[in-house]
């Protein structure tokens, strides 16, 4: 994974996800799994979200 490219296409989109990402690598695989299903959950909800337009509400 080109980390470099991410950091510079995402800047200011959530300067948070790399440095988390980062911390999940360094956890036993078992952990790891679980915290990337749950980033892969928030990032699917935050998504989702976008979706609806501005007059659906």
């Given at each position: 994974m080109d980390t470099?490219?991410?950091?510079?296409e995402g800047?200011?989109?959530d300067d948070a996800l790399l440095p988390r990402l980062r911390v999940i690598e360094q956890q036993?695989?078992?952990?790891?799994?679980t915290a990337y299903a749950q980033v892969h959950d928030e990032l699917k909800a935050r998504l989702e979200g976008g979706d609806t337009s501005p007059s659906d509400g």
């Open positions: 470099d490219a991410i950091e510079t800047a200011g989109a036993p695989l078992d952990q790891r799994a």
